[in-house]
């Protein structure tokens, strides 16, 4: 099979224009151009069956972009997902009318507020927006508030954790949606707490919550507002702070009704992003016991053990001048949460597919701790 006499010359007098993309449509079988000068297209005319004529079309511009007679390069295809591609190349994968190519495009490092126009022409799909949105010269670009309104449009049809997180995540970097959309995307997630996941790792600081301060709070800051430049008692002011309430609150209520393993795992992850730098020794590995993390933590607050010792010297000091059991006891919550990872919830997981009531029964061993050490920080449990 060939390309038709009709079809090769209007691909030629196509492809003679200052072309920057090519799409597809395999249903219609029409091939689009963008040009400065806005869209063109023409009508295929196939010879044989419309997949094998549009294999034929994509060989046809490959050769006539790279050259090659070959059709869609192969390498492409493995690095695709990696943001391997070559920058240099970023323009003329646009022009291979191949969805692949594009999605490499996306996804690559040297990707333009240019190209990402480019290809949000050739795909609008919200994978895409995503990866685009990871971009900071995407996102401040006139480009970004479209991908952002494209994926809040489409939010509601998402039925896995991992793309409804990132949407959320994504769209609420600074100036990409407005404060109504903000306020609505909050109130959906108190049923949809996936959703919360994305406000917790995108604005940690600044949640929409009603939480106040810990009860202890003021007293708490009179004791560690001497610790200038201590990132322990930095710390712990933040987690007992109006701020860290929320954070903490929103965290719990996931923790509470999760869906799915998948929202478990991505909370712990985003726990793990935000807490484990607080602790002040090295750890080759995360706990995959809840009594090893009880264990280390125990170790930590007392003075002879080994751990102690071997601790940040800025951890010892603050430690040994506190003399307030109270915080002590925060203290402890602090680095016991400071510990958790998905690597605790691996053997649960690994031995069950349960969702739902039932998985979060199983949990319960892992859980329970995390709960206790949550309504500590959160001044529901005496001191």
């Given at each position: 099979m060939q390309l038709s006499g009709e079809d090769l010359l209007k691909l030629n007098v196509m492809m003679a224009q200052d072309v920057r993309a090519v799409r597809i449509d395999e249903n219609r079988m029409q091939v689009f151009?963008?040009?400065?000068?806005?869209?063109?297209?023409?009508?295929?005319?196939?010879?044989?069956q419309n997949e094998q004529y549009v294999r034929l079309v994509r060989e046809f511009l490959s050769g006539h972009v790279f050259g090659s007679p070959g059709g869609y390069p192969v390498f492409i295809s493995r690095w695709t997902r990696m943001g391997q591609a070559k920058d240099e190349n970023l323009q003329q994968f646009l022009m291979l009318g191949?969805?692949?190519?594009?999605?490499?495009?996306?996804?690559?490092?040297?990707?333009?507020?240019?190209?990402?126009?480019?290809?949000?022409?050739?795909?609008?799909?919200?994978?895409?927006?995503?990866?685009?949105?990871?971009?900071?010269?995407?996102?401040?670009?006139?480009l970004g508030p479209v991908l952002a309104e494209h994926l809040y449009e489409h939010l509601a049809f998402e039925t896995?954790?991992?793309?409804?997180?990132?949407?959320?995540?994504?769209?609420?970097?600074?100036?990409?949606?407005?404060?109504?959309?903000q306020e609505k995307l909050w109130r959906t997630s108190q049923r949809k707490n996936a959703y919360l996941v994305g406000f917790l790792q995108a604005l940690p600081d600044t949640l929409p919550h009603e939480q106040l301060a810990h009860p202890l709070y003021a007293e708490i800051a009179h004791h560690l507002v001497s610790y200038k430049d201590n990132p322990y008692a930095e710390a712990m002011l933040w987690l007992v702070s109006k701020a860290g309430q929320g954070y903490l609150h929103t965290a719990y209520t996931v923790f509470k009704k999760p869906a799915n393993q998948d929202v478990v795992v991505y909370l712990l992850d985003t726990l793990q992003e935000k807490l484990a730098g607080i602790l002040p020794v090295p750890m080759s590995e995360y706990p995959r016991e809840v009594e090893r993390i009880s264990d280390l933590s125990d170790a930590l607050i007392d003075t002879s053990s080994v751990d102690y010792m071997r601790s940040e010297e800025q951890w010892k000091m603050l430690l040994k001048d506190l003399g307030d059991d109270r915080v002590i006891q925060l203290l402890y919550s602090m680095m016991w949460l400071s510990q958790i990872s998905e690597a605790i919830v691996g053997a649960i997981f690994a031995q069950t597919t349960a969702e739902g009531t039932l998985m979060r029964k199983k949990l319960k061993p892992v859980t329970d701790p995390i709960f206790d050490h949550f309504d500590r920080l959160l001044g529901k449990l005496p001191l």
């Open positions: 151009g963008l040009t400065e000068d806005g869209e063109a297209r023409l009508d295929l005319n196939p010879t044989g191949e969805p692949e190519a594009v999605v490499a495009v996306v996804h690559a490092s040297g990707l333009t507020p240019e190209l990402g126009h480019c290809a949000w022409w050739c795909m609008p799909e919200s994978e895409n927006a995503r990866r685009m949105l990871e971009k900071e010269s995407v996102v401040k670009s006139d896995e954790p991992r793309p409804m997180i990132e949407s959320v995540r994504l769209m609420l970097q600074p100036t990409l949606i407005d404060a109504d959309k």
